[in-house]
């Protein structure tokens, strides 16, 4: 006998005090306490007088119309609600009559005003209503009930929501053999050697916790693609795993490489202008379809980091790009063409790389195609200016590729929120059309009206029971959703929505995490990159300090390139009087940045090379900043793990004591970052550390060799 039932049974046999306490005892035992079931553990509501009005009011379900996904919307209700009340109400099939029968109706409705998958829900203690247009709405629906319930009274209240972007997407970088690259949390969630005939319990949790943020996409293998991903062998085992996925709304998209009509074709050539590769594109997109009548489309990394593509036959990306929207003529599938390029040019600067190839493309693209283009120029560092692209091709859509698993914040061992990384970015102003052309407007398509929209995450899942590795790595995979869904969402109410479903709902836990999550990335970015230095981090692996690498395969590889630190100052100059970068912006975007006396700090060395005496508007010199903001990192990594320590009585233990070892990890890496980096531009400015503060107690050299171990053989 399962354990729910076990615990049904006790709970009908038992008085109403006894029944509370033995009903939480349960539900402990059968919601994961290692964090396993993400945000869908649905602990039991600990109010009890709460908890008795919902379970009044919320007796019963019936559904409008029997569809597949109409049941499966049902089921997930009633798993919710057995969580969270205990018990579980059941499904009737006509709407009970009853005086003091109430529950919830599921219900399609073809007039509402809403796109096809939103939904408006209006409980009230004598009848809630969930209504959608489609059936995924009403899956959608039930899932945003669960939530609501978690985080308000049992007051009447009516939600009503559709998403702003249309294609909500993860992008997994997982490779066949089952590594992730840039992944920190165990291998592949994919266990291609399974597949198909073996279906990994985990492929329906993965879809439930994606399908609860409107997540409808998922792009299977990593961008740096293997074309073993396009033999029948392994479009059976996606297919199978389409198949999971198809219920909860989910579409299968695969990452490409562009010569596989050489390497598995057989063809001479890749060209993408020549029949035969037109032919053979065509083909294995009909292949597909035969497998996956659904599919999404095509994700492409074209001539970038070594991966082939159309320029290395002497076209361009549109004529690459063109060519697969083509293969996809008659089909719902789309084609989603990174904008992650950059030549090597030790005199260049690689900020401005994808917009001097993409800039002049505007308008040539197919109507299926999408250019998904990274939050910032560079890659994925702790904080970056929005890419000069979004806002600069009003004939091109333009997805947000945003990174979820922290490659350059600290992998999984640094508690980093990145809601408010996310949402700066989302909220800038490009000016492109005037004030208010943000770059959520950009992406979500309504800035240009264009039809196709799209976010991408990069995943941060792996193998580990609790998914994510660091266990608030989950709230970032859940701030990605819920920004994908509505990119103007607030990244605080994002954060204490997911500590409340997924950690504590006791008050003083709720404000605590809140708080430190929406402070943690400030954190980082002052012990590792503060006043917007960027690019430092060790070779190749991308973890911990390497301020001093000056050698690498190619020189927009090392840090020297980045920091640009001598005796005369640091920063990369990208004003008119070095590269220029600058003027990729609209003016408006560039009055923020141009002045250094009135630049962000946060951009400054983004933006300028300053000398090291130069004075800030914080009233101290730049040199004096950059090392107390080192210090000040250190001192809030101390902090956090405090406050951690003051909410212990409120956090399942499991995740209590997994957080609390990482923190010590991350407060002796802070101290690495803070004592690499002050004694190496210590060389360059010749300055004492500040006044007050205590000087590393290591040397230069002790703390390169940290660094070295990494390269040990
Ligand atoms: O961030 C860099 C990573 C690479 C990655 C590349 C990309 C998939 O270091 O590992 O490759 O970006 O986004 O293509």
Known sequence: MEIQAVTMILIKTMNKSLLSFVGIFFVFLVTAQDGSSLWLGYSILENETERAAYAESLQFISFSDSTERMQLASKELQKGLQGLLGNSPHEKKKLPNQKGMYGVQLQLDEDLTLSKEGFEIEYTPQGTTIKAKKDL?????????????????PEP???VDQPKVKIRMLNHWDNANGTVERGYA?????????????????????????AALGINGVTLNNVNASSRFLTSEYLE????????????????YISVNFRSPKTLGGLATSDPLDPAVRKWWKDKTREIHQYIPDFGGFLVKANSEGEPGPQDYGRTHKDGANMLADALQGYEGIV???AFVYKADPNGDRFKEAYKQFKPLDGTFDPKVIVQVKNGPIDFMPREPFHPLFGALPNTPLAMEFQITQEYLGQATHWVYLGGMYQECLRSDTYAKGPGSSVAKVIDGSLFEHEISLMAGVANTGSDANWTGHPMGQSNWYAFGRLAWNPEMDAATIAKEWVVQSLSRKEEAVSTLTDLMMSSHATYVKYTYPLGLHHMMGEGHH???????DKSGRPDWTSVYYHRASASGIGFDRTGNYSDALDLYHPEVQENWKDPQSCSLDYLLWFHHLPWDFKLNTGNTLWDE?????YEGVAEVEQMSTRWESVQAQIPSPIYENIRGRLKIQAKEALWWRDACTLYFKEFSQLPIPEGLTPPSRTLEEVKKLEAIYHLR
């Not at 085992?237 to 299968?252: E, N, S, W």
């Not at 973890?543 to 690498?549: A, C, E, I, S, T």
């Open 543 to 549: 973890y911990g300090p390497q301020p001093w690498l």
């Open 157 to 159: 209240f009516t939600v």
């Open 336 to 338: 989603i063409w990174r």
């Open 186 to 210: 165990g291998s592949s969630i994919w266990k291609w050697f399974e597949l198909p005939y073996r279906l990994d319990p985990r492929y329906e949790d993965y879809a439930r916790a994606n």
């Open 626 to 630: 950059l090392i107390t903001r080192y």
């Open 137 to 153: 709405g009403i899956l959608y629906g039930v899932y945003a009930f669960l939530r609501e319930m978690q985080l308000r009274k």
């Open 237 to 252: 085992k996606i297919k199978a795993l389409a198949d999971v996925f198809r219920p909860y709304g989910i579409q299968i």
